[in-house]
């Protein structure tokens, strides 16, 4: 099997109890711990929340990533609805820089499309070091405010 490079194919798949295990392992790099959550804790968090929905992030057949949205529309009764929150995003230190979250992304996108009653696509980074603002700039992000935590808010209309 050759190995991966920024023109494997990437993919969003579901967690299983065969691959679980790898993505657990996925890290970002220490001096980025503070942007997001590890991913056994998201899984876990996820596990508790109806609107969440998540899936590792592959190149070609290697896990590289993984993340998570919040997505009203799986409430049995959803409270609010027409937008979708890009919960949690991380691609792990060895594969960063590889073009996969871009990718990831765009796949993210095309999936917020086909969610019913959905016009945007939202997301938040720490205004800290390091922060993915810039990532999501690019993507078309657009700014829209700071929260009490200070978080950077901002959304892409699909
Ligand atoms: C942010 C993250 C998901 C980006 O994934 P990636 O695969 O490394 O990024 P890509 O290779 O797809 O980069 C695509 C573009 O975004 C830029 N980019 C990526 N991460 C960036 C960052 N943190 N700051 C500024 N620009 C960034 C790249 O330079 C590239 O730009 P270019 O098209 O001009 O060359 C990844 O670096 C990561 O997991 N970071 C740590 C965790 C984190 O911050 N998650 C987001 C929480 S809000």
Do not use: C
């Not at 899936?55 to 799986?74: K, N, Q, T, W």
């Not at 027409?82 to 996108?109: S, T």
């Not at 945007?120 to 078309?140: C, H, M, P, V």
Request: net charge negative; proline share 4%; no cysteine.
């Amino acid at each position: 099997m050759s190995p991966i490079a920024s023109e494997s194919t990437v993919t969003l798949r579901e967690i299983t109890p065969a691959n679980s295990e790898a993505i657990f392992k996925l890290s970002v790099a220490d001096s980025q711990k503070h942007l997001v959550a590890s991913n056994e804790r998201s899984i876990a968090q996820a596990h508790f929340e109806e609107a969440a929905w998540f899936r590792a992030i592959y190149a070609d057949d290697e896990p590289v990533g993984f993340l998570m949205l919040h997505d009203e529309s799986l409430r049995a009764e959803p409270r609010e609805e027409g937008y979708l929150v890009l919960w949690r995003m991380m691609i792990d230190e060895r594969f960063q820089g590889m073009r996969f979250g871009w990718e990831a992304m765009l796949l993210v996108i095309a999936h917020a499309r086909t969610r019913p009653t959905v016009t945007r696509l939202q997301t938040s980074w720490a205004q800290e070091d390091g922060n993915a603002g810039d990532f999501y700039r690019k993507l078309g992000f657009v700014p829209t405010h700071v929260d009490d935590d200070g978080e950077q808010w901002a959304a892409l209309e699909l």
